[in-house]
């Protein structure tokens, strides 16, 4: 993990049911959408983009220290508590649990054990009852040495499953997000893989790279799973456009690039894909195009337990960056954070 967040990161990796997902990007996701319904497989292109290709951007200076960057907030948060003026966007990332049938959320071979609270350690992520703990566990595959590179932006349905699987199947990953416009990660992309297309996978533990989000599920479960693809990232077509109504909520957050200083070192971001709070802190982190690294933490994840021997209690998101020190919890502080420290003053 510590060799993916080295300064070399940026040069060593080298939508629709008409009325329905209206708000989806209709310029980056739409006519690949609109093939997805009468072709089971198809990936999301963007035919608006410019056809020169661009060098990524040098580095800008590092952030301020983080006791430059605090986030001041009155707001006393919690688990599944939502500061008032998030709440239609906490509701809005929420359409996964009608749409996508909260897909996502639960670890491969997920079960709940109920143990006597004696036998459960203070440092083990449990949901105490009446003397008891229940104790959430699951059977991830192997893990990836290296963390898995995903080329991807937030508001693509495409995308969105290739990032369902990355919790199904708790491994670790790099988003290099591509938001419209982005300077850097989408002519990086075009580059490497020769095509305006996303997502795009690369797997430096075995040299594989690919387009088509099928064939990267299929490749990850082969790889990494056991082989089978849980059924709500099968049904084809259906699987594409439940996706797509799953996004329209947030209108596209995230998807266009807001000018920002590219950080040293990529972040770090505990979530997973299907928790509405976890969203709202990845559109921040993709539409600023800062990379981060993904640490995979859906229900029945051991690095529950992780997050909360490293921070006192497990609550996601929760974010780190290396190049200030900073650390924190709660999606609208890290919204905050992230623009305060490296969006671009806008003329």
Not at 78 to 91: H, N
Not at 151 to 165: A, D, L, N, Q, T
Not at 243 to 260: C, D, E, F, H, Q
């Amino acid at each position: 993990m510590a060799g993916a967040t080295s300064t070399s990161w940026l040069h060593s990796a080298k939508t629709s049911v008409p009325s329905l997902v209206s708000a989806l990007p209709r310029k980056q996701c739409t006519s690949s959408f609109r093939k997805s319904v009468s072709v089971v497989r198809a990936e999301q292109k963007d035919s608006n983009l410019s056809t020169a290709e661009s060098e990524a951007e040098t580095p800008a200076p590092a952030p301020s220290p983080a006791s430059e960057t605090t986030v001041n907030s009155d707001f006393k948060g919690g688990p599944f508590t939502v500061r008032s003026d998030m709440i239609g966007a906490v509701l809005g990332g929420s359409l996964n649990v009608p749409f996508r049938l909260g897909s996502g959320a639960l670890v491969k071979g997920y079960k709940v054990e109920n143990k006597p609270a004696a036998e459960v350690g203070d440092d083990k992520y449990a949901i105490p009852f009446a003397g008891r703990k229940f104790v959430e566990v699951a059977n991830p595959g192997p893990r990836p040495e290296k963390p898995i590179e995903i080329y991807e932006f937030e508001g693509c349905p495409f995308c969105r499953k290739v990032r369902e699987i990355v919790s199904i199947l708790d491994i670790d990953v790099i988003f290099y997000p591509c938001p419209k416009n982005g300077p850097n990660f989408r002519p990086k992309a075009n580059e490497m893989g020769g095509k305006k297309q996303f997502p795009y996978m690369v797997d430096p533990n075995t040299n594989v790279a690919m387009y088509e989000s099928d064939d990267i599920i299929k490749y990850l479960v082969e790889k990494y799973g056991d082989g089978q693809v849980p059924i709500m990232l099968n049904l084809g077509a259906l699987t594409t456009i439940t996706a797509g109504l799953a996004l329209i909520g947030r209108a596209g957050k995230g998807s266009t690039y807001v000018p920002a200083k590219l950080p040293e070192k990529p972040l770090v971001l505990w979530a997973y894909e299907s928790s509405p709070f976890c969203k709202i802190a990845r559109e921040a982190l993709c539409e600023l195009e800062i990379p981060h690294v993904y640490r995979s933490c859906a229900r029945g994840s051991a690095k529950r337990d992780l997050l909360k021997q490293k921070t006192g209690k497990f609550q996601v998101p929760y974010l780190e960056d290396p190049n200030t020190g900073a650390a924190m919890f709660e999606s609208h502080d890290i919204v905050e954070y992230v623009r305060k420290t490296y969006a671009l003053a806008q003329n």
